[in-house]
């Protein structure tokens, strides 16, 4: 793992941590359903993509399989559409400055590590991986 990911991952986890210890981690009403929905995406994400294959550092694992099936056939980054969406739904319960910037930060950070690992995927999976990436969007579906 390089300094880098290590880095990006030490400050992925601590804005999660501030979330889960300082903040009502779990909204209430129409903001609940969010929650729900991203946290669901995300759980989807990481059944298909199956704990062996799945990986919190950008790196591509050296035995990676290429997963183009469940949410991956839309968004190729379904965990992260996951996290951005449940904490973003906790945000807006929670509205504070200090909590607006720590999902400011955690989102900066899983941007950063999307286009990491797709350099990454790049690299390792090449043409397979371009034509993959014309066909899903990057992270939100339909937008981005």
Known sequence: MSKKSLL???IQFSSLF??????QFIARDFLLIIQL???LIALWGLIVMKLGNFNIQPEVKPNALFIKKGPYK?????MY???ITFFGAM???NYKPITLFFYIILCIVLLIKIQMEEA???QRFGLVYQE????TYRLFPYIY
């Open 18 to 23: 501030y979330f889960v210890l300082f903040e």
């Open 8 to 10: 990006l991952i030490i």
């Open 120 to 122: 990454f995927l790049k």
């Open 81 to 83: 559409f996951g996290l």
């Open 91 to 93: 945000v807006l319960f």
């Open 132 to 135: 993959y990436k014309k066909s």
């Open 74 to 78: 839309i968004i190729r980054n379904p």
């Open 37 to 39: 929905f991203g946290f």
